[in-house]
């Protein structure tokens, strides 16, 4: 298995979920198992030595791949969620789309100040997402050591939005 396999494993599909975006359908690489080993090793080789505490993964495709690398790491995992999904005390934030706002939620005991944080999500568009989440993770005391993603649509620019952290993807649409 190579980066250049991986690639040829994700789908497109035209006008999903809306005209004239081309959705990357991760489904289609994460049903072979070797391929989904692969990234996950992948990433866990690349975040080994960087004593990683906590993987935040982002709804709801952000939890497949950072249940299984947090697990790889020995971290803990939490979840960042759309509003009314987690049970507990939350803090929230707001972000913008491309159309309106949306907001994301996280327990407000999932991470302790000063723990190293590593931010995962299968995908990079415009960086609104995970901007977001940077944000809620700082503002329990985390310290964001890394940012990672499987797929980075590089000609959308997310990474400006989110050159304060050392970010790494795995595949790159330029
Ligand atoms: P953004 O906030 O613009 O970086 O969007 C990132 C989020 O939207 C990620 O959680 C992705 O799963 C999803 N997303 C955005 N664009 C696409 C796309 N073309 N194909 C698949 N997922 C996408």
Do not use: C, W
């Not at 952000?62 to 690398?69: D, K, R, S, V």
């Not at 995992?77 to 789309?97: A, C, D, H, Q, S």
């Not at 939620?105 to 977001?132: F, N, W």
């Amino acid at each position: 298995m190579e980066l250049a396999d991986l690639r040829a494993k994700i789908r497109d599909i035209k006008n999903f979920p809306t005209e004239g975006i081309l959705f990357k359908d991760i489904t289609t690489l994460l049903k072979d198992g070797p391929a989904f080993r692969f990234v996950i090793e992948h990433l866990a080789e690349r975040y080994r030595h960087e004593r990683v505490e906590i993987v935040v993964g982002i709804e709801s495709r952000g939890f497949i791949f950072g249940g299984a690398l947090a697990a790889s790491l020995n971290a803990g995992f939490v979840p960042v969620r759309k509003l009314g999904k987690l049970p507990g005390k939350t803090i929230e934030v707001e972000y913008e789309l491309e159309y309106g706002r949306d907001a994301l939620a996280v327990h407000e005991d999932a991470i302790r100040s000063g723990q190293r944080v590593l931010a995962v999500d299968d995908l990079l568009a415009t960086g609104g997402t995970m901007a977001a989440t940077l944000r809620l993770i700082e503002q329990l005391g985390g310290r964001v050591i890394g940012v990672t993603f499987l797929i980075e649509l590089a000609f959308l620019h997310g990474r400006d939005k989110l050159k304060n952290y050392p970010l790494h993807s795995l595949i790159v649409y330029d």
